[in-house]
């Protein structure tokens, strides 16, 4: 039987979500959770990677297993054995032909600046400690939607597309964050962070805003801002069709 699992995490002590030699990964608790309920090896696949810092609000995996158990029963069992910082919301039966990774068809992440740095929330946002023009950055956000060739904003891995379309790219300013929204068929690796950091230079003044274009027509890395600080970076939800 295969299952898919949605779960959400505090990445603030992993190496991100894949299984790592240098440190422990989300992959592999789940792994070890799994393979200690069914008393047998399992291995899980998920939707993507997230980096060492960064959350979930809804990464979806999926596993295959000979244990028959009611979904609650799954739930109840995972959420005894798994640490505080991993959460297993949601488990369901699925046909053999879903893949966690391949059968996903968008992904959101959600990326929050804090206005003001807050010592029991650091690892779960970031705070710039320079003024931002918050109007300029809500237009350089969205220049991001469509699609386009992401490489200059992301890193190139072998057989992955570098073309992505972008369906929402937003901006949107509170009271005391500064949050943005990505949703798109795929990204890159570091491309959201890569994004952010470009924005938050075009914010600080560091940049033009003209930079995100000249970017996606020459596919120079080197012309992108800093690649932001994983803390503030959530995966948000996976959607399947």
Not at 54 to 62: F, R
Not at 85 to 94: G, Q, R, S
Not at 145 to 163: M, Y
Request: with cysteine; proline share 3%; aromatic share 12%.
């Amino acid at each position: 039987m295969r299952y898919k699992l949605t779960i959400a995490y505090d990445g603030s002590n992993y190496q991100g979500f894949q299984s790592q030699k240098n440190g422990l990964g989300i992959q592999a608790v789940l792994e070890d959770t799994l393979s200690k309920i069914v008393k047998a090896p399992i291995s899980i696949v998920g939707s993507g990677r997230t980096d060492k810092g960064v959350h979930a609000l809804g990464q979806v995996c999926h596993f295959d297993s000979n244990t028959l158990m009611p979904t609650d029963a799954w739930l109840r069992a995972l959420n005894t054995y798994l640490p505080k910082d991993i959460v297993a919301l949601d488990i369901t039966e699925v046909d053999e032909t879903f893949h966690a990774r391949f059968s996903a068809t968008k992904k959101c992440y959600v990326y929050l600046i804090a206005k003001d740095y807050n010592l029991f929330r650091r690892h779960h946002e970031t705070y710039i400690p320079y003024p931002l023009d918050a109007a300029l950055m809500q237009e350089a956000t969205a220049k991001f939607e469509g699609t386009h060739d992401f490489i200059g904003f992301g890193v190139f891995v072998d057989k992955k597309p570098t073309v992505k379309t972008m369906y929402q790219s937003t901006f949107l300013e509170t009271d005391t964050h500064y949050v943005f929204t990505f949703i798109a068929d795929g990204f890159l690796k570091y491309m959201v962070r890569s994004i952010v950091g470009t924005i938050v230079d075009i914010g600080r003044g560091k940049r033009p805003i003209t930079v995100i274009d000249t970017i996606f027509e020459t596919k120079d890395r080197t012309k992108v801002g800093k690649t932001i600080s994983p803390e503030g970076l959530y995966l948000k939800q996976v959607w399947y069709e």
